[in-house]
């Protein structure tokens, strides 16, 4: 079992839905990220957090580290935002652990 | 100017042949890593150094090498490539637990 799950593996939705993006982890962490993966294969990082919740424009992330569990939300999707989304672990140090990452396809 | 470069950006080889593809980096930054990612699979960490002096293997680091020639500089190397090693090559950097990351190698043996 990997440590680090996501779900949906791939999601559409059409422009303007509320689209929420999963992921649970099996190890003590010291912080989770979330990066985006654009068709051209660049990855940025998108939030990097330990407690609560971030907020980034339209992007909200929040996680439960009693649950281990995160979640990534885009509220009002547009086609731009079609693109891999990775959620990341890290531990005791800067080395991450990835998820497999979730596909989404936002459309007109 | 990005602050995390690779070259080359996209690559085709033979099988058995000795490839390198090269990082560099404006950031400044102590810390770097190489990762592969593959279809299906999650990002997959080759090498990592923490340091110049300070170079560390991954979880899947057999059939590569790594030189750190500078801080802002880390080279990975297949000494002899072949065709499992066909994946898109990642180079990062991290401070304080934030990474960045370089825009990607996609190699191909053949």
């Known amino acids: 079992k990997n440590e680090v799950e996501q779900s949906p593996q791939n999601l559409t939705a059409q422009e303007g839905e509320f689209i929420t993006i999963n992921c649970s982890y099996s190890?003590?962490?010291?912080?989770l990220h979330w990066l985006q993966q654009h068709p051209g294969g660049g990855i940025v990082s998108l939030f990097m957090?330990?407690?609560g919740k971030k907020k980034h424009g339209r992007l909200i992330a929040t996680i439960n580290i009693q649950e281990k569990h995160s979640s990534l939300h885009i509220t009002a999707s547009h086609p731009r935002d079609s693109a891999v989304y990775i959620c990341?672990?890290?531990?005791?140090?800067?080395?991450?652990?990835f998820g497999t990452g979730t596909r989404l396809q936002v459309f007109p | 100017d990005a602050d995390v470069t690779q070259t080359p950006r996209n690559r085709i080889t033979k099988t058995g042949k000795r490839i390198m593809l090269e990082c560099s980096q404006t950031?400044?930054?102590?810390?770097m890593y190489w990762y592969r990612q593959d279809p299906g699979l999650g990002l997959r960490l080759i090498y990592y150094?923490?340091?110049?002096?300070?170079?560390n293997k991954g979880e899947i680091s057999d059939g590569y090498s790594v030189s750190r020639q500078a801080q802002a500089k880390f080279s990975l190397s297949l000494e002899s490539a072949i065709p499992n090693q066909t994946a898109l090559y990642f180079c990062?950097?991290?401070?304080?637990?934030?990474?960045?990351f370089g825009p990607g190698t996609r190699l191909t043996v053949l």
């Open positions: 990341a672990v890290s531990k005791d140090t800067d080395k991450l652990i």
């Open positions: 150094s923490f340091d110049v002096k300070d170079i």
């Open positions: 190890v003590g962490i010291s912080a």
């Open positions: 950031k400044g930054h102590d810390r």
């Open positions: 957090l330990s407690s």
């Open positions: 990062a950097t991290s401070l304080r637990n934030e990474q960045f």
